[in-house]
């Protein structure tokens, strides 16, 4: 096993609730499905505080973002039945992962009242 990409992020979850009046962001940055799960969690604010870091530490994992046409909602975060989160990447993100030999992702998601960090681990298995 080797990593190929570590990326952090720190997301204000009162700023992220702002961004999040405006229908246009929510479409833009999250997927029904991720919506969904965090609509059926008691705290679902953290829960999209948690997500949006994880799209960002992905994005800093490829080294790559939206300039280079990668979107967040070709970055999905899922839960396992367990809760344990993990990633399916769609269209161009997916494309940068599969050239970049990427096998596997690892996710830690963390998040208080006020913040929501997530540290991404892009991995090759050899």
């Not at 700023?15 to 969690?41: G, H, N, W, Y």
């Not at 530490?57 to 046409?69: E, N, R, T």
């Not at 396992?80 to 096998?103: C, M, N, V, Y």
Request: aromatic share 6%; charged share 25%; with cysteine.
């Amino acid at each position: 096993m080797k990593i190929v990409g570590v990326g952090f992020d720190l997301v204000d979850i009162a700023e992220l609730e702002k961004r999040l009046s405006s229908p246009a962001f929510r479409r833009r940055v999250f997927t029904d499905a991720e919506i969904e799960i965090a609509e059926e969690r008691r705290k679902s604010l953290e829960c999209l505080a948690g997500k949006f870091a994880v799209k960002e530490a992905v994005m800093k994992c490829l080294g790559a973002g939206i300039q280079q046409g990668l979107w967040f909602c070709q970055i999905e975060v899922l839960n396992e039945s367990s809760g344990a989160p993990f990633l399916i990447l769609h269209k161009t993100t997916k494309e940068l992962s599969d050239q970049r030999g990427i096998t596997q992702w690892q996710i830690s998601i963390s998040h208080t009242q006020h913040s929501a960090g997530a540290v991404v681990l892009a991995v090759i298995e050899k």
